[in-house]
């Protein structure tokens, strides 16, 4: 089996790039691609610069073998488009860093590759440069996401107001509950498996929404759920130095994920609103804008819009609103990657 | 001691920040940085973006323990800016991903970012974002430098021409001699070692160098030495189509190193020509144009600039002619990661 080993650094160097050559979307903007000391961009006037970086590593965020290469190809990717979505901008040029063993397989390579394309392609985005290493101890995939926003449009975390509402799209929740499937094996309907552990291996992202929000100009506040849905609302009220309220009752609770807690007997709430990397996006802004924002981001493609609570004038004050009147404290609840493990 | 166990993620993300605001300079172009899903940036009209990325992984570019790590940031950044200036831009905004371990020490990690903003520092250039994670297999520094050039100065591998004569600045190769003294120890006159420890632990580069060199209009190709001198003129050769002919007569060895060579029974020669981290410059411009590229590039601060060889007409043929006259081939003498070690 070809290795990086067998090949080098550089036949790997040329095998990446004749994949993003004869697959990969022409793009827009890039004078020089992979090849020189940098890439080159030109840059759209009237358009901001965002950059994001997001890196995945083995042991940690994956385990080789027990992920496909190109879904973990996409789900890097996925991430960093994410992030681009949350500020209303468009994603346009990657740069992807590997960390490699000496016998990591081309085929491998090729795979993550191509989950690169699979999730630049269709936005007209594509790799413009990277590096790749060995690294023995352990693999990582590093991208740094370029994208660009209509100056003034762009939508920060610290724009949240008292009296705002919390509208999240889609059902966040999955992406943990297939991964707990995927560890714990068994005892699970089929169809919720499926859709549980795709959520996991295949998350989607709400780039398209996320430039709709911020185009009507309505929508104050914007993070996407890569911490999990506290820990991320928590990121706002931080930053907007605000509280917030969060209704158990109003959550967004997909049927599948519904099942699983009833089978389990937990409370779906706690499920949707504890870690997970589904994705989606945490919105706030006026209460008479609701509709507004709700119809231009579920124009996009149809996604659910959900109203879930509202931001409140106490900084630090953060709660969960239970369905008997009851309220939980929800601050420090989010994920910190090294304290909780 | 403290360490990211600790005071978890989110608390060495507050100490980084803290030390990134007061210490660092205010750069310019920075609409949002670390702290929302992405940093914002106000690119420079006229000016085309140039993206470079450049890791650094434990046990394989640094031994933890080995290297003060405030050396290791200063390191880690001056790749990154040399491929900038390697391009005749300017270094902007830094993004940086760190792998780290649980039992990282929490100062290591400070003294690193004191070493990102001691490079940056001088060319008003910042940390804009970043991320963190956690890498138990072998920690990493993953720098993505984003600087910018005027439209049509770039300049690139690809623009070398049969005939063109061949620059490089300063005294390629001590850096690789620094590295084997560590690696091996005594046997060195001191001030030597001194010399060419340094070259090694704290590499400078020549963006300014390069910027002036490309404001000259009179440069075809440049590139940075990161792959050591054969091989990254190789570069050049590859991506402009023609060939080389280097005069190991010419080639500029500094006293320390040529001391070292002589001591050892070897030829100096061969110790400026192979794999080295000396992020000195590689430029090439028509005969005519060498005096007035000398002077604009060693006009900045004083650098030494030789003149090693000419571009050839043949593709592939790359050589190093002889004191005796006699030619070596020079081709696949460069340094693959891969395939070397």
């Known amino acids: 089996m070809e290795t990086l080993a067998s090949i080098g650094e550089f036949g790997l ?32 006037p009237g358009y901001d610069l965002l950059v994001t970086c997001d890196a995945m590593v083995e042991g940690r965020h994956y385990l ?29 040029w990657a740069v992807v860093s590997l960390g490699l063993a000496d016998d990591s397989p081309v085929k491998d390579v090729e795979a993550l590759t191509r989950g690169f394309l699979e999730e630049l392609n ?13 690294a023995a101890g352990g ?10 926003v209509e100056t003034g449009r762009k939508v920060l975390r610290s724009g949240a107001q008292p009296g705002d509402a919390i509208l999240v799209t889609g059902y966040p929740g999955q992406a943990a509950a297939g991964l707990e499937i995927l560890l714990q094996g068994k005892g699970h309907e089929a169809e919720d498996v499926q859709a549980l552990v795709d ?11 996320g430039q709709a929000a911020a185009r009507t100009a309505r929508v104050h506040a914007m993070i996407d759920i890569s911490d999990g849905f506290l820990g991320d609302l928590g990121h706002i009220c931080e930053e907007s130095r605000v509280g917030a309220e969060v209704v158990e009752e109003a959550l967004p609770v997909s049927e599948p994920l519904r099942r699983m807690a009833v089978k389990q007997g937990r409370r779906p709430a706690d499920m949707v609103l504890a870690a997970s990397d589904d994705y989606e996006l945490i919105l706030t802004c006026a209460p008479e804008d609701v509709e507004c924002v709700k119809g231009a981001v579920s124009g996009v ?17 953060f709660e969960v609103v239970h369905i008997d009147g009851s309220r939980s404290d ?6 910190d990657h090294f304290a909780r493990s």
């Open 13 to 44: 160097i040329r095998r990446i790039r004749r994949i993003l050559e004869t697959e990969g979307v022409e793009g827009s903007g890039v004078i020089a691609g992979a090849g020189d000391d940098t890439a080159v961009f030109a840059p759209r």
């Open 64 to 92: 080789a073998g027990a992920v496909e290469p190109i879904d973990l190809g996409r789900r890097a990717m996925v991430m960093n488009i994410s992030d681009i979505g949350a500020m209303g901008g468009w994603p346009r």
């Open 122 to 134: 269709p936005l007209n985005a594509v790799v413009a440069g990277g590096n790749i290493t060995k």
């Open 139 to 148: 693999t990582f995939i590093d991208i740094t996401l370029i994208g660009d």
């Open 199 to 209: 959520a996991y291996l295949r998350p989607g992202q709400r780039a398209r929404e």
């Open 301 to 317: 493609a149809g996604a659910a819009v959900t109203e879930v609570g509202r931001m409140t004038p106490e900084a630090g004050r």
């Open 330 to 335: 929800a601050t420090a609840k989010g994920w």
